[in-house]
């Protein structure tokens, strides 16, 4: 039986009456969340993943006190959430020990397991922290660093700023500690301040989304979706979720260069010749000519927010509708014109659900069921003295849509992670798919004037 002085809420009431804690309401990107997701907010399939393959010589009590300058620096790293009757709450502390902890795997070939106990193992929303980090030793000379971040903390952006606020801290630490003098270029005296930090950034978003701007951006989605329908009808409202299964395959350097061509000569983005390939590569595999996808956007639109962490990024529908018969340069065109104009129309995902009227607390996510995603966010380059490191971030699936492709670009050559529901979606169905998105992009190199209706050999 948890006594008073252990109870959290309790223990979190007496923080915030001595002022150690702030009481703020949600961002937008956390009522998503919330409100919207058909997840509770403490399931794991709501928690960003990343390893960092670490060489050489590397000191667990100089990562405990970078870890320490890092969480100083960072409020999301102080936060966690308290819901109640009504609205849930952002918790903010004013300090906050690191959550780090260092643990032998042997043999090697113990990672993988490992490493999924670290990825799915739940957080407690109330006292925090929502983040955690492991040292995995694998020898005396070769780490694994296991990093989880909460989506309601974190976006993928935000795992870039972690391994440089991370990096320059571990730098800065092991200067101080006398046992080695390291300089790198560009590296400061010390960790500044953040430009805005989250909870001011969350100030202004709040004050930019009056009524008379929700109104008017409400106009154009309710013109945009109607009469949309998802790609699968096999889930209804009271289908318990089935957990998302995944699949890793690869676009080689020479397609994805071929690809970055064909957008440059249609006048596209690099996102738009790869999502029209998706939308010809999904009416191939299910006729659908008329899809909404979701998509994130980092919504990150000053540069005082480069360097902050939080979960910022918004989801934008993008209704894609596709004449099988019109040339693919000319698909190409046009969906770059509803991508531009989507865009520019992007508003907080929970007000847009609750103007279209889609109710929340579903087994399903509203307004679509199909993501697809273009992972380009920055992430610097590791440089520690006489290290050499590796970061791989980790597609652990979401059971927020019925089938993703999230596409990140792997130095020269594209990473395809597909995500998908295996009682709508079966293993050789996707990789059907994943073949058709192949087929595309090459169809779209040698032959651009190709009707995406046609039956092509390959």
Known sequence: MTSPKDDPRRRLKGQIASGEARLLPLTFPQRELWENSPLPPGDPANQICATIDIRGTFSFDLCEEALRSVVARQEALRTSFLSGSGRA??????????????????????????????????????????????????AADHHVLALVFHHAIADGWTLGVFVEDFTTAYVLALRQSGRAFAHIRGVPEGLPPVGQTYSAWAATERARWQPAEIEHHETYWKRKLAGAKPLFNGVGPQTPLSPLSRRVTFISPELTEATRTVARQAGVTFFTALLTAFQVALFRWKGADDVVLGTPHANRTTAQVRGTMGYFAGVVPLRVRLDPGQPYAATLAANQAEVVEDFAHAMPFAELAACLGEPSGLHRHPVFDVRFALQNHPVPDIELPGISTRLRTCSTGTSRFDIACELTEDGQSLEVVWLYRPSLVNDEEIGDLDRLLLAVLEDADRTPGFHPGEKRPH
Request: proline share 12%; hydrophobic share 45%.
């Open 89 to 138: 709450a952002q918790v903010v502390r004013t300090k906050a020990e690191p959550a780090l902890r260092c643990r032998d795997v042997d043999p090697p070939q113990a990672l993988e397991e490992a490493l999924e106990e670290v990825f799915s193992a739940p957080f407690d929303i109330v006292p925090g922290p929502l983040y955690r980090v492991e040292m995995l030793r694998m």
